[in-house]
């Protein structure tokens, strides 16, 4: 299957919602603790004397660690990235280098963790910081639309729902999960969601009133905000905290998630049995997954074994 050794460690992977074949990549030196980052275009159609393979089309070197990364939904050459250095990045993949990034946004005032850009409104995207606050940008504006203030702790990801275009979710080392409206002044639901930080949340793409949450717990959680007294399921099966979490695009009930236990799990939380596979193929913490919005069971990850994976569910990641 295909696979890339990056510069350095892998944050953040992601499929282009535009190009099937297109994927973007946030990785950082020294595991983001020190050192720049880098942000890579790579493209998975090309095939070489072993098979397919992902080659890099651009790089775009950063003086500071990548966590995060996200396509813009509106333009497909526009993406955004969140760094080490408290700022927000915007780079436009058509320009070479040395004209990227093409707009630099410095507001928050510790690092840039999560980024997730509105899937059904398309012009505004939101960066989530260990500052303990969120906001809301627009690629046409120097200047966040608003600030999200609430949490107790460090804001590690944000999540727009996949129906409501006003609507999205926020994970903190607080220990809870808040929904939020951007039309209200403040979350308009706190769930205690795990007794560790939450490191990763996640909408549902077929119910859009059920969220999932990883933490540090080494467990998921799968919560219906209509009734979030207690979770409708709990996915135990991974050996250390839960990086992140992501529902599938063509599989109701589907999820992926990724951990420090060096593993990639899917899941259908909606099964007395829900672990369906388990992928070792990586050989360091895994901290990035996606799943193709165009192509149907088509995954990726990275970690901070500097690889990038791409294969489609049911084989093997490290398969020729």
């Known amino acids: 299957m295909p696979s890339f050794k990056a510069p350095a460690p892998g944050f953040s992977v992601r499929f282009s919602p535009f190009h099937e074949h297109r994927l973007l990549a946030a990785t950082s030196q020294h595991f983001g603790l020190v050192g720049n980052g880098h942000l890579l275009v790579l493209d998975l159609s090309a095939a070489g004397p072993g098979g397919p393979g992902l080659t890099p089309l651009f790089s775009f070197p950063t003086s500071d660690a990548l966590f995060d990364c996200a396509w813009s939904e509106s333009h497909d050459s526009l993406c955004a990235a969140a760094s080490g250095d408290g700022s927000v990045r915007l780079f436009d993949v058509t320009l070479p280098p040395a004209q990227n990034p093409v707009r630099l946004l410095r507001e928050h005032a510790r690092e840039v963790h999560g980024i997730d850009w509105n899937p059904v409104r398309r012009d505004a995207f939101l960066s989530a910081s260990w500052d303990d606050t969120l906001k809301l940008w627009s690629p046409d504006r120097p200047a966040s639309v608003r600030t999200f203030r ?50 990763s949340l996640d909408w549902d793409k077929y119910d859009p009133s059920i969220l999932a949450t990883g933490s540090v717990d080494k467990s998921i959680r799968i919560w219906d905000v209509r009734s ?79 690889m990038i994976y791409v294969w489609p569910f049911g084989s093997d990641p490290r398969a020729m």
């Open 228 to 306: 979030p007294q207690a979770p409708l399921a709990q996915l135990a099966g991974h050996g250390y905290a839960v990086k992140r979490v992501k529902f599938s695009p063509h599989r109701q009930g589907m999820l992926m998630s990724c951990s420090y236990d060096m593993t990639v799990c899917m899941w259908d939380y909606r099964k007395e049995d829900a672990l369906l596979q388990r992928y070792g193929h990586h050989t360091e913490f895994v901290a990035g997954i996606d799943m193709s919005v165009l192509t149907d069971g088509l995954l990726a990850s990275t970690g901070w074994d500097e």
């Open 150 to 199: 609430g949490h107790e702790y460090c804001v590690y990801a944000a999540a727009w729902s996949a129906r409501h275009p006003d609507v999205f979710a926020s994970a903190s080392g607080d220990h809870t999960a808040r929904v939020w409206d951007v039309r209200e002044p403040g979350p308009t639901l706190v769930i205690p969601a795990h007794d560790h930080e939450v490191l």
